[in-house]
């Protein structure tokens, strides 16, 4: 099956620096991928919709200049935490849509998700 | 609006019991549905879905749902449980005019206890 790697698995930051996630589609193309953030025990909360090669799209309640997204290729988006804070502590986690079959059959393929602890 | 429900927050299971997680849904369209599941500090896994075709789907681990149209259900079964079962697991739907978007249930947390 497809395969979705994020790097890194963990990060413990300042407050007021800035992290980058990086979500990598190993073995298929993403021209959409999307942003998730999960708080401990609870579902996920979907932030942004990555379009390669265009603006990404953001949920309502989201910081667009706090959570910066980039999808600069077709295997790659990223997501920086700006001025990141302790409330920003949470678990990333970036999906992509397969490409085989028709496109209402797409799953979902997830990465193993980014534990951020802001200190 | 679109929305999915999983009524329990937690299901208690002994090992080697069937196991059902319930799911309910409510989408304007036909639903595509999902059960996927997340182990501690992971992301998550699929593990089976419903698109069209036979009621009783079938997925990974030994895991099935049946798709009920009427009760707008998806339970997630099992007919014996395995202390390695326990996580979270989560419902999703998709519906079919979005751009691939799931909708989430809240997550029910699968204890199987030996």
């Known amino acids: 099956g497809a395969v979705v790697s994020q790097h890194p698995s963990w990060v413990i930051c300042k407050s007021g620096t800035s992290v980058k996630i990086e979500c990598r589609s190993l073995?298929?193309?993403?021209?959409?991928m999307f942003w998730y953030r999960q708080f401990p025990k609870q579902s996920l909360m979907l932030m942004a919709t990555?379009?390669?090669?265009?603006?990404?799209?953001?949920e309502q309640g989201v910081e667009k200049d706090k959570f910066l997204i980039n999808h600069a290729s077709l295997t790659l988006s990223t997501l920086t935490v700006t001025s990141a804070h302790p409330e920003d502590s949470s678990f990333y986690i970036c999906?992509?849509?397969?490409?085989?079959?028709?496109?209402?059959?797409?799953?979902?393929?997830f990465g193993p998700g980014t534990r951020l602890t802001v200190t | 609006a679109q929305s999915v429900a999983q009524p329990e927050d937690q299901v208690n299971v002994a090992e080697g019991n069937p196991l059902t997680v319930k799911c309910t849904y409510s989408?304007?369209?036909?639903?595509?549905l999902f059960w996927y599941v997340q182990y501690p500090n992971r992301g998550l896994q699929f593990l089976l879905k419903?698109?069209?075709?036979d009621n009783l789907v079938k997925g990974s681990y030994g895991f099935e749902a049946e798709f009920n149209k009427s009760q707008t259900s998806f339970h997630l079964k099992k007919p014996s449980a395995l202390v390695s079962d326990s996580a979270l697991y989560f419902c999703?739907?998709?519906?079919?005019?979005?751009?691939?978007?799931?909708?989430w249930g809240a997550g029910t947390k699968l204890i199987i206890k030996p």
């Open positions: 999906s992509a849509p397969g490409t085989s079959g028709r496109q209402r059959d797409y799953e979902q393929y």
């Open positions: 073995d298929f193309q993403a021209t959409t």
């Open positions: 990555s379009n390669e090669g265009s603006k990404a799209t953001y």
């Open positions: 989408v304007s369209g036909n639903p595509y």
């Open positions: 419903y698109i069209t075709g």
């Open positions: 999703a739907v998709r519906d079919s005019e979005s751009n691939y978007q799931l909708i």
